[in-house]
């Protein structure tokens, strides 16, 4: 969910990446493992996901604003709530700015918590490539961010 941050689309997305695997299967030649192969159908199938979304909607921003407030953790005190949305709500919208190679390194690495190794396969590129795409994003993320009042 970390790309679409709706349980909706979420499952819709899952929904196509399962027809597309059924579909597909045929065609995976072994070069990399399954898991590999299956991540790069639901990458691509989210991507293209939300670049049909955007096409569509341009003020897609605030409902993934909306939806991103509902992950912060219950708070004990109002104000320390309030905060973590604001800043959390920023960071999503920030990310979401992001060049789409950036934004997938950066997802893949620090939400999905995978291996710059398993990134490499997945987005088929080279370690270092991964490594620049990954500092390029942590760069442009704290441009955007320092822009927007920083968090």
Known sequence: MSYVQN????EEITQDVFIKVYDKHHDFKGK????????RIT????LDYIKAKNRKKRAAFKNRDDDALNYIGDFN???VL???KEN?????KAINQLPENQKTV????????LSLKEVAEIMDKS???IESIFQRAKTNLKKILAETEGI
């Not at 990399?32 to 991540?39: D, G, P, Q, R």
Request: hydrophobic content about 45%.
């Open 7 to 10: 349980k909706e689309d979420a």
């Open 88 to 92: 959390l709500a920023k960071l999503f």
């Open 32 to 39: 990399s493992s399954l898991k590999t192969w299956i991540y």
């Open 43 to 46: 990458i691509n199938t989210s």
């Open 127 to 129: 370690l270092k490539a």
């Open 77 to 79: 005190h109002p104000g």
């Open 106 to 113: 950066l997802l893949l690495l620090k939400v999905e918590d």
């Open 82 to 84: 309030l905060e973590n």
